[in-house]
């Protein structure tokens, strides 16, 4: 058995406009923003707000070709995912899919914060949870993420 | 302005079944299991797995009456509702209504581990948001609800 998950790293939520979400988690609920940026690969700005260990995370597509455009045309605004950051990612992803879970990504890739991967929600409750691999874990090294220090 | 909040509280979760899904929170992905409860008056049991400073709180209806069974019913399995920490619960109350925010509850009432409210997802994003006061604000001694310990 690994270590459990150390902290949910974030919780993200798909909006239509990070200008006006702002509005609402930084003006009025007070979540200090860490920062706002253009993840072009993915088709989406996103903005990043702390609280205590944890995030919440806005996503906003920036073209409607995309599975979180979709999401955003067919469900509206909405909790999106939720992310745990694990020691050992791509040791828990083996674990994860001998025990059956199945899993959107088979192996870590390269996130905005740090080697990530999904899992599928069919396994979790209708819930889609992402993996992080916490800073100066292997995968970081694996994927030349190296230290972002 | 008042304290930003302190920490994401918990997550919840709509389940089926509580024993299923600990197949998944606790055996799975790790996540230890600090308590199950039934919650007659709202007609759900729940159980709280910890994740750092949070929990994941799974919320399985007990019968067929409830919001919480209709959402079950109509959408499945999934997220239903973030919870934030917030020092004065009141005093946010307060100060989101003049802002505009829709509350569910415009005053703190008793939940399950604390005075809590509910912000209506039409004011936040499309997402539920329950505030919970921290222990030993002014609401517990407001609704009777003593220390805890």
Known sequence: ?????GRIHHIAVVVRSIETSLGLYRDLLGLPLETIMDIPSDRVRIAFLGVG???VE???PTDDTTGVARFLASRGEGFHHLCLEVENLAEE???LAISGVELIDSAPRRGAE???AFLHP???GGVLVELIEALGGPSWRGLGMGDPA
């Open 114 to 116: 740090g080697p990530v």
């Open 1 to 5: 058995m690994s270590l459990p998950p």
């Open 58 to 60: 806005l996503v906003e």
């Open 53 to 55: 260990e944890s995030k």
């Open 122 to 124: 069919r396994s979790c």
């Open 93 to 95: 992803l083996t674990r």
